[in-house]
Nanobody
Framework: QVQLVESGGGLVQAGGSLRLSCAAS????????MGWFRQAPGTERQFVAT???????????IYADSVKGRFTISRDNAKNTVYLQMDSRKPEDTAVYYC???????????????????WGQGTQVTVSS
């Protein structure tokens, strides 16, 4: 498994921007597909975005419909880090955000928890109206 550490959470006003980071412990990070999920109080964890490896194909991404056009997932393999840029924030974006790694098949794009074998501890993001 891979150790993942999220950072960048906090309080932001609606309409504002925030960038989350997730640092991975392994040098083989470039071979992993990476994902972001979120969990609001009283709800199940839900998919936000995923990006696959750049190893032999161009990186491609998919997003949940609720964040499409507002959030951007990206990766910097030199820094073993995946990012989630969140723009045009809404109060319903308030949640704990988790990053996840799929170290078994980096070419996949899986919009569900079952596709990932390592998880970070989560970072709280609160959007005030």
């Amino acid at each position: 498994q891979v150790q993942l550490v999220e950072s960048g959470g906090g309080l932001v006003q609606a309409g504002g921007s925030l960038r989350l980071s997730c640092a991975a412990s392994r040098r083989t990070f470039s071979t992993y597909a990476m994902g972001w999920f979120r969990q609001a109080p009283g709800t199940e964890r839900q998919f936000v975005a995923t990006i696959r490896t750049t190893g032999w194909n161009p990186s491609t991404t998919i997003y949940a419909d609720s964040v499409k056009g507002r959030f951007t997932i990206s990766r910097d393999n030199a820094k073993n880090t995946v990012y989630l840029q969140m723009d045009s924030r809404k109060p319903e974006d308030t949640a704990v955000y988790y990053c996840a790694a799929d170290s078994t098949n980096g070419a996949r794009l899986v919009p569900s928890e079952s596709g990932y074998d390592s998880w970070g501890q989560g970072t709280q993001v609160t959007v005030s109206s």
